[in-house]
């Protein structure tokens, strides 16, 4: 851009039809002529006056929160190598690794945002309500889900580096959508062996129960990459529905199973602990049932995050089933459409609340961290 465009001086199209103006001043009483001279000071207004981008600065809520969630993710980890073999042990671990990966990751989003050359933006705590892209239907959220995520995290963490590299909202959004699918999947299980400690106590201490987590995060994986794959890449659109149905008639049945697990974990509160359970040497056996209640509300608290990914699988299900069958029933997709975004902006709230609630609701870390904070409490 040269020094002439900052001088003053107006482009040339507009200084002629000004020169005009003064000679033949008829001239701006017609219509058609003042329409063109608004137009070319309109153009050349926008064509030459770029937006310009904010210096980087280095945003402390963001950097105080990553060291927060750094130190939260030491800790749990070195509260875990003190466990005893545990199921609550396994189900912490196999989640731990991928928060541990995600906090490296922006670790280094940090530095290469401070090198890169795309800046910042201001910070607010707004909330930030994306609006769906036109003739797109609620069910096509998945189709850009990676691309509205790195508008989120743009939004949240001012650095525009999301939105300019495409690489780093992917490996952000295939981190927190493992954990909520982890986290969904590994519930049930810990749910399994939390009854099992109560009913078949004796059987639990020889079950593997490291590789029965390790096995169910193969379809955590599975969903995880589908998520990923059908964001980045175009495919037919009954092809993606097929797979978005898969994806979102599974959600929908593991929650029924968490609420049917959790709707019977109620009953086992009344069965009655004979002796030798009262008497074992294995805590997840000898304190089951104050276990299994600190797990529900663990679970309660958790998957309340999880209801807007439920809500919006829900209704599009129901309204591609409405559809289907000719039935002409009212569903509040406007609202089902303020779910996904709502669903992704808690992919940045879901690592907090999983490390403070398995610090306070889940029993053997409960008892650790206490004991390692509060001397008065260890035994002698």
Request: glycine share 4%; hydrophobic share 45%.
């Amino acid at each position: 851009m040269s020094e002439e465009d900052f001088s003053g001086n107006g482009p040339e199209e507009v200084q002629t039809l000004l020169t005009n103006s003064e000679v033949d001043p008829g001239l701006l009483s017609n219509e058609t002529t003042t329409t063109t001279l608004t137009d070319i000071i309109v153009k050349a207004a926008t064509t030459t006056l770029a937006p310009i981008l904010i210096d980087y600065r280095p945003n402390p809520y963001r950097i105080g929160l990553l060291a927060f969630k750094c130190l939260l993710i030491i800790l749990l980890f070195t509260l875990s190598c003190t466990i005893r073999k545990d199921f609550l042990k396994f189900f912490v671990l196999f989640l731990i690794i991928p928060l541990f990966i995600e906090a490296g990751f922006d670790i280094f989003t940090e530095i290469h945002a401070r090198t890169a050359i795309f800046g910042a933006q201001q910070f607010d705590w707004e909330y930030f309500n994306l609006s769906p892209r036109e003739n797109d239907s609620v069910t096509d959220w998945q189709k850009h889900a990676v691309e509205s995520y790195g508008q989120i995290l743009q939004k949240y963490t001012t650095y525009q580096v999301y939105t300019r590299d495409q690489l780093f909202s992917i490996v952000s959004y295939v981190t927190g959508d493992f954990v909520f699918w982890s986290l969904l999947f590994s519930t049930t299980t810990v749910f399994h062996y939390a009854h099992k400690a109560i009913v078949r106590p004796e059987q639990i201490t020889y079950d593997p129960i490291c590789s029965s987590f390790f096995k169910i995060q193969i379809v955590p994986v599975i969903f995880t990459a589908i998520d990923t794959l059908i964001s980045i890449y175009e495919i037919p659109q009954w092809s993606y529905l097929i797979v978005l149905f898969v994806l979102r008639i599974s959600a929908c049945v593991f929650s029924f199973i968490i609420f049917t697990q959790a709707f019977a974990s109620l009953f086992l509160f009344c069965r009655r602990k004979d002796e030798v359970t009262k008497t074992s040497p294995y805590e997840h056996v000898r304190n089951s049932k104050i276990r299994l209640f600190l797990f529900l509300l663990f679970t309660i608290i958790i998957h309340a995050i999880t209801a807007p990914y439920i809500i919006w699988s829900g209704l599009t299900i129901a309204s591609d089933v409405g559809h289907l069958l000719g039935f002409n029933w009212y569903l509040p997709m406007h609202f089902a459409s303020e779910m996904f975004p709502l669903h992704l902006t808690f992919f940045l709230v879901r690592p907090y609340a999983f490390i403070f609630l398995g610090l306070f609701l889940l029993n053997p870390y409960r008892r650790r961290f206490v004991k390692f904070f509060c001397p008065c409490c260890r035994r002698h």
